[in-house]
C-alpha cells in the first residue's frame, strides 16, 4: 500500500485563521479523500480531490471554508479557513484506486482551535 | 437513524479471549465491507475487507458479513495486547466516493 504523509501533525490555532494541511503520497494514486474526525464520533467525509479540477463536496462543506487543491496525482492540500473552536478535529488524507473499494489513510492532523 | 451503527463500547477483555465486534447499516446498496484498526494518535489501517456476504478469515481475523441482516462481524481470536486499538467498519457501495464509517469500538485486551 501507498505510503502517505501529512503535515503539520498537529497545530493549535486562533480562532478566525486558517491553517492549511498537506498530504503527500510516494505513488500516483487515482483518488484523494479528505476526512475529518471529531472525538466520539465516525469519520466524515469532507470531499473528494480531483485532479486537475474542482473537489467534490459532501452535503454541509463547502468549498468557502474548505478549499482543496491537488496540482498532480501525488499530493494535495486542505485548507480550513476561518476557524472556530468548532473546527478542532482530526483531518485525515485517505488515498485509494478508481474500480477499487480499499482506502488507506495518512496518519491526521489534530487541530486544536481556541 | 445513522447509516452506519456501531457500538463505541469500550471493551475489555483478557489476552486470550475471542473478540466479536459488529455493525448494523441501514442502506441496503453497501456490498463492500471493512474493518479498520485505529491506535491511538495514528490513521486507520485497513485490516480486512469483504465482498458481498459471507466470511472471510485472515490468521486470527475473521470478517463476517450478513447483507439480510445487514449486520458485520469482526472476530479476533486469541486476542493479544497488541490488539488493543479502536476498530472501525466502514463499507461503501460500489467504488470509494460513499464510504461510510461506523464511530469505532474501543477495544482493551488486558495481559
Known amino acids: 500500500s501507498a505510503v502517505i504523509s501529512q503535515k503539520p501533525s498537529r497545530d493549535i490555532c486562533q480562532r478566525g485563521t486558517s491553517l492549511t494541511i498537506q498530504c503527500q503520497v510516494d505513488?500516483?494514486?487515482?483518488?484523494m479523500f479528505w476526512y475529518r474526525q471529531q472525538p466520539g464520533q465516525s469519520l466524515t467525509l469532507i470531499a473528494t480531490?480531483?485532479?486537475?479540477?474542482?473537489?467534490?463536496?459532501e452535503s454541509g462543506f463547502v468549498i468557502d471554508k474548505f478549499p482543496i487543491s491537488r496540482p498532480n496525482l501525488t499530493f494535495s492540500t486542505l485548507t480550513v479557513s476561518n476557524m472556530s473552536p468548532e473546527d478542532s478535529s482530526i483531518y485525515l488524507c485517505?488515498?485509494?484506486?478508481?474500480?477499487?473499494?480499499?482506502?488507506?489513510f495518512g496518519p491526521g492532523t489534530r487541530l486544536t482551535v481556541t | 437513524q445513522k447509516e452506519v451503527e456501531q457500538d463505541p463500547g469500550p471493551l475489555s477483555v483478557p489476552e486470550g479471549a475471542i473478540v466479536s465486534l459488529n455493525c448494523t447499516y441501514s442502506?441496503?446498496?453497501?456490498?463492500?465491507f471493512m474493518w479498520y484498526r485505529q491506535y491511538s494518535r495514528k490513521g486507520p489501517e485497513l485490516l480486512m475487507y469483504?465482498?458481498?456476504?459471507g466470511n472471510k478469515e485472515d490468521g486470527r481475523f475473521t470478517a463476517q458479513v450478513d447483507k439480510s441482516s445487514k449486520y458485520i462481524s469482526l472476530f479476533i481470536r486469541d486476542s493479544q495486547p497488541s490488539d488493543s486499538a479502536t476498530y472501525l467498519c466502514?463499507?461503501?457501495?460500489?467504488?470509494?466516493?460513499?464510504?461510510?464509517f461506523g464511530a469505532g469500538t474501543r477495544l482493551t485486551v488486558k495481559p
Open positions: 480531490a480531483n485532479q486537475g479540477s474542482e473537489a467534490t463536496y
Open positions: 466502514a463499507m461503501t457501495s460500489q467504488n470509494n466516493n460513499d464510504m461510510r
Open positions: 485517505s488515498v485509494g484506486t478508481s474500480g477499487t473499494y480499499e482506502q488507506y
Open positions: 505513488s500516483q494514486v487515482t483518488m
Open positions: 469483504t465482498y458481498s456476504s
Open positions: 442502506n441496503s446498496a453497501f456490498q463492500y
